[in-house]
């Protein structure tokens, strides 16, 4: 398994079997990746909801590369009518492209798809657990705040080896909250995301390093740079 970062909430996993998955890709407006969008490779994008900074250049990249869509059900409907091949799942539901498990799962946020002329309701915010061939489980949290479930469902049922979490503040969990999400989700590794790419949302990955390493030595929190991979 293979990671890569794309700065913000976006990443692309390359699993066992080849398969090239990308999640919330925001490239081309992200002020804090470099990464020319044309780079992007994918079978399947994985959206968490329909705000522009995850939706990004999703339907760029899916039409270049004849990628499969996978999003809530209102913003696969949404994709469909744009005559993309979509595949719609909702929260709890999971679904199996080839020997990869993709679960929807709960997040709290919301979901409008903010970057149409007119805002339009876009379903529930998500996040995922993509399993992989080989059972190695990653969870991708989305945006969303701290929830009890983190740790009754995401951590106890799901269990997942690694997890994504945002740290920006503001919009999403803080440090010391994704700090407690770490805790009550126990991964054996944590990266975080949703921070540095806006003014509004700059905080010190160290500092979310640092909360995670005094409540959980044994969970290795990986800072990646936006373009920096991780192989697992
Ligand atoms: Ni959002
Ligand atoms: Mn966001």
Request: with cysteine.
């Amino acid at each position: 398994m293979k990671i890569r970062y794309l700065g913000h909430s976006g990443f692309e996993i390359l699993t066992p079997e080849h398969l090239k998955i990308v999640i919330d890709p925001f490239i081309s407006n992200n002020p804090a990746c470099q990464i020319p969008v044309e780079d992007i490779q994918a079978d399947l994008i994985c959206l968490t909801h329909g705000h522009a900074d995850h939706f990004g250049d999703a339907m760029e990249i899916a039409d270049r590369n004849n990628a499969l869509l996978i999003a809530n059900h209102e913003l696969s409907i949404f994709l469909a009518q744009q005559g993309f091949e979509t595949l719609g799942l909702n929260i709890g539901g999971s679904a199996m492209v080839q020997e990869v498990k993709i679960t929807m799962l709960d997040a709290q946020h919301s979901s409008d798809m903010d970057f149409l002329d007119e805002v339009a309701p876009g379903g529930s915010a998500a996040g995922y657990i993509i399993q992989l061939e080989n059972g190695y489980r990653i969870y991708h949290a989305g945006d969303t705040g701290l929830f009890g479930d983190m740790r009754e469902i995401i951590g106890k049922i799901y269990q997942p080896d690694l997890a994504m979490l945002p740290i920006g503040d503001r919009y999403t969990m803080d440090p010391k909250a994704a700090a407690i999400a770490s805790q009550w989700i126990y991964p054996q590794k944590v990266i975080p995301m949703h921070y540095n790419t806006f003014p509004l949302i700059e905080q010190d990955p160290k500092h979310f390093q640092d909360l995670v390493q005094s409540r959980n030595p044994e969970i290795e929190v990986l800072i990646l740079k936006p373009g920096q991979s991780y192989e697992d």
